[in-house]
């Protein structure tokens, strides 16, 4: 069973910066996607960046030109800089990863960190 524990999240004022980091650890399936999702009050949780085993990345466009998402292979880790934070940003934010065991695809989350950006 793999295992993603998020860290870094917390409270910042708007136009400031958060880096959340993910690491993955258990891995019984070969990761190809990892990246983040966030999740506000009362909505569907949503893809805000995801980065591929061949290093391409995708991101919401509320977050294009202000997130970057990185990740590191050998250490099994995947991070996101967040900068020029909006109040809109406020929410919880889960990792994510999926990848296949054998012809079977596997997702697993993460357990949510909060992100609070005041106004």
């Known amino acids: 069973q793999v295992q993603l524990v998020e860290s870094g999240g917390g409270l910042v004022q708007a136009g400031g910066s958060l880096s959340l980091s993910c690491a993955a650890s258990?891995?019984?399936?070969?990761?190809?996607?990892i990246g983040w999702y966030r999740q506000h009050p009362g909505k569907e949780r949503d893809m805000v960046a995801i980065i591929s085993g061949d290093g391409s990345t995708n991101y919401a466009d509320s977050v294009k030109g202000r997130f970057t998402i990185s990740r590191d292979n050998a250490k099994n880790t995947v991070s996101l800089q967040m900068n020029n934070l909006r109040p809109e940003d406020t929410a919880v934010y889960y990792c994510y990863a999926s990848g296949l065991r054998g012809a079977i695809r596997q997702i697993a989350w993460g357990q949510g960190t909060q992100v609070t950006v005041s106004s």
């Open positions: 258990g891995i019984t399936f070969s990761i190809n996607d």
